[in-house]
């Protein structure tokens, strides 16, 4: 009993994931594992199971429901693996209330459900930069399957570390490469020509001037996955990016923050 409480006080995520999907069926971790992947790298896979709250599950939700709007159709399998962290009592508390996320209308949630996928709006160079990733990936999941067949070869599976690192990689890499082959099988390209545009859209540069100021900026606007600050780069779902969307060039735009609004004038679109 003592030895039992010992082992599950240490256990991190990605060690949870790992067995949580190892007593899953090959088709049920098909399914599940992107899910509980993305989950674990969010947090880490080294951060420590019995020190997560609901509050940051809930979080978790919020952030992903913001920037997947598919989200509330693929919580089955995070809530699955939330319920086994319970009952395995590697956490006291039961982390799936943090997920309050509304699903869609279809009712259909089997493990063998196919979701319909919203196209992403891409840049050119973000889909080079995800499929020479992806190259990559399926490069270090061939040796990763090596080192788990050289691990293999001791028999004594409990205290072969090796072994289950390797698996626990390979776990994480197939979970990376269905997460980029959804998101380049949804690429929409976006045209990246500097001619002017007739309104804001995902891809677009856009010129503001600031209400009273003298300085101009310069933001392009581009989907969650390719937010860059320190390159300008802003998202969809941003307090500017939200406003400026749809707008045309002469437009005055109103930004919600903290201290109260701000004004922007659209003085130049380019796409």
């Known amino acids: 009993m003592t030895t039992e409480k010992k082992t599950s006080v240490g256990i991190n995520l990605g060690e949870a994931a790992s067995r949580y999907q190892a007593s899953l069926t090959e088709s049920e971790r098909t399914v599940q594992q992107p899910e509980i992947n993305r989950f674990v790298r969010w947090f880490g896979s080294e951060r420590q199971v019995a020190g997560l709250n609901a509050g940051e599950v809930a979080n978790y939700a ?33 982390l799936a209330i943090g997920i309050k996320i509304k699903k869609g209308k279809s009712r259909n949630t089997g493990p063998t459900q196919k979701l319909k996928r919203e196209p992403v709006p891409m840049t050119k160079a973000k889909f080079d930069e995800l499929t020479a990733e992806l190259a990559v990936l399926r490069t270090r999941r061939i040796e990763v399957i090596a080192d788990i067949q050289r691990a293999a070869a001791d028999k004594d599976f409990k205290e072969n570390a090796p072994f289950h690192a390797a698996r626990e990689a ?31 859209c995902v891809g677009n540069t856009i010129v ?35 406003s400026a969307l749809g707008r045309t060039e002469g437009d005055i735009i109103e930004v919600i923050v903290p201290a109260g609004k701000l004004q922007y004038r659209i003085i130049r679109i380019e796409r």
Do not use: W, Y
């Open 62 to 94: 919020e952030r992903q429901s913001q920037m997947d709007s598919d989200f509330g159709g693929k919580t089955d399998p995070l809530k699955s693996f939330l319920a086994h962290i319970r009952k395995e009592k590697l956490n006291p508390v039961n």
């Open 170 to 200: 390979k776990g994480h890499i197939d979970g990376k490469i269905l997460e980029i082959d959804e998101m380049l099988a949804c690429a929409v390209i976006t045209d990246e020509t500097t001619e002017k545009a007739q309104t804001v």
């Open 208 to 242: 503001l001037e600031p209400s009273g100021g003298t300085h101009e900026l310069r933001f392009k606007i581009v989907n969650p996955k390719e937010v860059a600050p320190s390159k300008g780069k802003i998202s969809t779902i941003s307090p500017i990016g939200k």
